[in-house]
Nanobody, 116 residues
Framework: QVQLVESGGGLVQPGGSLRLSCVASGFTFRGNSMRWHRQAPGKEREMVAW????????DYADSVKGRFTISRDNAKKTVWLQMNSLKPEDTAVYYC?????????WGQGTQVTVSS
């Protein structure tokens, strides 16, 4: 079955950095685009970053462009989210997401808290 396991969250001061990881299993990783989403308290879940299955295409939410970088390693079946210059408004639970054969799958999420 499809599984996504995130890690790397934590507490960081404003201006700091974190690197999130998502290890995937149960599907053909290289054939699927991967996404990171986040959900802050009281807010809807939003897409943060996207990495296409071919060609290295990426896309980002305007709020994180220039600060976050998504990357992937098909051999390791892993996608990362490097987050720099973190702001308090980046505080949220971050989720890895994939759509396989028309069905969406979410990881369990990892908490990121940006606070002094």
């Amino acid at each position: 079955q499809v599984q996504l396991v995130e890690s790397g969250g934590g507490l960081v001061q404003p201006g700091g950095s974190l690197r999130l990881s998502c290890v995937a299993s149960g599907f053909t990783f290289r054939g699927n685009s991967m996404r990171w989403h986040r959900q802050a308290p009281g807010k809807e879940r939003e897409m943060v970053a996207w990495f296409g299955s071919t060609g290295g295409s990426t896309d980002y939410a305007d709020s994180v462009k220039g600060r976050f970088t998504i990357s992937r390693d098909n051999a390791k079946k892993t996608v990362w989210l490097q987050m720099n210059s973190l702001k308090p408004e980046d505080t949220a639970v971050y989720y890895c997401y994939v759509s396989v054969n028309g069905r969406g799958y979410w990881g369990q999420g990892t908490q990121v808290t940006v606070s002094s």
